[in-house]
Nanobody
């Protein structure tokens, strides 16, 4: 059974930091590309950060220089370090794992940033 379980969300003030975690099980973690997306109320889901299986990263322009994606192959976990949070970062954050036609999603974790 494939599981992606996000954690680490919460309510913080603008300028604070949070680290999201996504624990992955049931797949060959090292072969999958990992992605963090987010969806704010009334908006479409958008890509936040992505890391390929060989470590290439990509970020949305809105988070470049503030967010960092990383993965720990010993723990089968992908992280999203979020610094200097802004109210516009408020959203439900989802992690996903993709390889070929296989695509799996977690249930999401809420991040709320107050001004």
């Amino acid at each position: 059974q494939v599981q992606l379980v996000e954690s680490g969300g919460g309510l913080v003030q603008a300028g604070a930091s949070l680290r999201l975690s996504c624990a992955v099980s049931g797949i060959g973690f090292s072969t999958f590309h990992m992605t963090w997306d987010r969806q704010a109320p009334g908006k479409q889901r958008e890509l936040v950060a992505r890391m390929t299986s060989d470590g290439v990263t990509d970020y949305a322009d809105s988070v470049k220089g503030r967010f960092t994606i990383s993965r720990d192959f010993t723990k089968n976990t992908v992280y999203l370090q979020m610094n200097k949070l802004k109210p516009e970062d408020t959203a439900v954050y989802y992690c996903s794992a993709a390889f070929g036609s296989r695509d799996y999603w977690g249930q999401g974790t809420q991040v709320a940033v107050s001004s």
